[in-house]
T-cell receptor
């Protein structure tokens, strides 16, 4: 079974631009979560989607948004990029949105904002 | 109160040594504590997890110790190998409804040959 895939793997943008990242969960997984990973901060939860609805949201500004499609694929968007948005963005999927359900992470999208 | 504090930030041990990574939490409602292992260029992968109704859990060379009264838990790696060199994250969450995982800041482990 294929793992979680994220595209693109690397992205370079300039301040003020917007970016859309894509995540394809493992087949059969209906819950998708997004995390921001930076050195020193670890993994910060962005949001979780299940059945096309945002079920939980972390403490990030409204510039960070996401959505989930009927096939469980998910996208996240960051508008008006800032230098501090440079990070590895990780997507994770699991079968159900139960906290103890094993979460499988993709390899991430490395975003660099210049 | 939602934080999980992890230490040390980095750790170097010799092959065969027993690295210990510690985590502490404040929220007594947390009742699920997983550990994740991340290799360079990869996403984190679940290593082992524990619920607070047990004080210790072993899976192969990896052991979680849990101290509910102290609100601390730790990861021990027995007979560590160079292949264990990775970043380790502890995490915690409540086990009801749509709960997010709160992660520690990570420990970079290097096991020297």
């Amino acid at each position: 079974k294929a793992g979680v895939t994220q595209t693109p793997r690397y992205l370079i943008k300039t301040r003020g631009q917007q970016v859309t990242l894509s995540c394809s969960p493992i087949s059969g997984h209906r819950s998708v979560s997004w995390y921001q990973q930076t050195p020193g901060q670890g993994l910060q939860f962005l949001f979780e989607y299940f059945s096309e609805t945002q079920r939980n949201k972390g403490n990030f500004p409204g510039r960070f948004s996401g959505r989930q499609f009927s096939n469980s694929r998910s996208e996240m968007n960051v508008s008006t990029l800032e230098l501090g948005d440079s990070a590895l963005y990780l997507c994770a999927s699991k079968i159900q949105p139960t906290p103890t359900d094993t979460q499988y992470f993709g390899p991430g999208t490395r975003l660099t904002v210049l | 109160q939602q934080q999980v504090k992890q230490s040390p930030q980095s750790l170097i041990v010799q092959k065969g040594g027993i690295p210990i990574i510690n985590c502490a939490y404040e929220n007594t409602a947390f009742d699920y504590f997983p550990w994740y292992q991340q290799f360079p260029g990869k996403g984190p992968a679940l290593l082992i997890a524990i619920r607070p109704d047990v004080s210790e859990k072993k899976e192969g060379r990896f052991t979680i110790s849990f101290n509910k009264s102290a609100k601390q838990f730790s990861l021990h790696i027995m007979d560590s190998q160079p292949g264990d060199s990775a970043t380790y994250f502890c995490a915690a969450s409540m086990n009801t409804g749509f709960q997010k995982l709160v992660f520690g800041t990570g420990t970079r482990l290097l096991v020297s040959p």
